[in-house]
Each structure stands twice: as C-alpha cells, then as structure tokens.
C-alpha cells in the first residue's frame, strides 16, 4: 500500500511567491514524519520533522492528522530553494521507512 | 570525518553476476540503513542494523541480497545473480540513538547498472 503520496513531481514558482509541497500519507496509528531535500549534486539531507516544530531555511510543515497530510510550506520562495523534496514516513515501531516520489521544485528568479 | 562513504561509486555489471557494496557510516553511529532508489522514485527502504544486529528487512530484500555489519561499524550489501531489475541507485544511511526521529545521515550513494 502506498505510504506517503507527493501529487505533484515538478513545481515552478517565481522568486519571492508563497510555495507549498503537498504530501499525503496512509498508516495507522501515529507515524512520525519527515521533510528531506536533495539539492543538486548533494546528498539526501533532512529538511525537518514534524515533531520538533521546527522551521528551517524558513520552510514549515504542520501535521494534520485528520487530512493525513504533511505539507512543506514557505512564504517567499527563494532561489536556492530549487531541488528536490521527499516526504517521508516512519513506522510505529520506527524500523521501517517509506519515502514519497518526490517533488522537484524550481523557483524562477 | 566527512560524512557516510560508499564504495564504489558506480558498478557495472553483467546479469548473473555477483556485486558487493560497502558503506562506512559517520563514527559511533549505532544504526545504519540501505535504501533502494530507482529513477523517478524515492528511495525504497532495504533493511537496518542496530549496531551489529539487523533488526528489519524489507519484503523488497529478496533472497538475492544479503547485508551485513560485522563489527557493528562499516557494512556489506551483497547481490547474488544480478538482474536487470536491480539496476538502480543503493543509498546508505547512518543515525546515532534509538529513535525513529534520529536524523539519518545519507551517502552518496552506488549506482549500480545491469547489462
């Protein structure tokens, strides 16, 4: 069964627009969430996660458990921002990982 | 130390045949995964050790692949009889703690390609 659901692969936005990167998820219980990112040429590396509340690069992402969703959000969208973001899910027991597909985002200057 | 290294870079190899990778996670990491990721998807969990111990294996780790971490630091995965199928990019992870929201530190990542 598909885990974690990212609807778009590409998404362009202008410099200085509001960028939001939708991510779905199916498991029971209370799965822990996760945000990475892939600029280019660099390795996989951990955005944020949701249960530390934490905005990063200015990004945030806020768990709705009643819409299973996970989005990433960022009110004004900057060059550098342009890579590739994963969501991802982490099991109840924590010994099992499920990634999205992947989202590719380009911020237009 | 620079981070998780993965030996080779890139593999190719003839179907039927035998490959191994290598991973050396950041030092004193306990726990070290293996992903899968094939283009156009995110990477496909493989299987975990906790220090030396392999404590999950995904139903994607067919009888084919074979991983250890002897000595609880560097680790193998072995591909016996190489399939088409298995071409893709093999992603190791390290994470320090017992907890699922440890961070994972990446590699680079083996590239491997079947003919």
């Known amino acids: 069964a598909q885990r974690v659901t990212q609807p778009e692969k590409l998404l362009s936005v202008f410099k200085g627009a509001p960028v939001e990167l939708k991510c779905n998820y199916s498991y029971s219980g209370s799965p822990e969430l996760f945000w990475y990112v892939q600029y280019s040429r660099q390795r996989l590396q951990l955005l944020l996660r949701h249960i530390s509340r934490e905005s990063i690069k200015g990004f945030t992402a806020d768990l709705n458990k009643g819409e299973t969703s996970f989005h990433l959000k960022k009110p004004f969208a900057q060059e550098e921002d342009s890579a590739m973001y994963y969501c991802?899910?982490?099991?109840?027991?924590?010994?099992?990982?499920?990634f999205g597909t992947g989202t590719s985002l380009t911020v237009i200057p | 130390d620079t981070g998780v290294s993965q030996d080779p870079r890139h593999k190719i190899t003839k179907r039927g045949q035998n490959v191994t990778f290598r991973c050396d996670p950041i030092s004193e990491h306990n726990r070290l995964y293996w992903y899968r990721q094939t283009l156009g998807q995110g990477p496909e969990f493989l299987t975990y050790f906790q220090n030396e111990a392999q404590l999950e294996k995904s139903r994607l780790l067919s009888d084919r692949f074979s991983a250890e971490r002897p000595k609880g630091s560097f680790s193998t995965l072995e591909i016996q009889r190489t399939e088409q199928g298995d071409s893709a990019m093999y992603l190791c992870?390290?994470?320090?703690?017992?907890?699922?929201?440890?961070?994972?530190?990446f590699g680079p990542g083996t590239r491997l390609t079947v003919l």
């Open positions: 991802a899910l982490s099991g109840i027991s924590g010994n099992q990982f499920y």
């Open positions: 992870a390290s994470s320090f703690g017992d907890r699922e929201t440890d961070t994972q530190y």
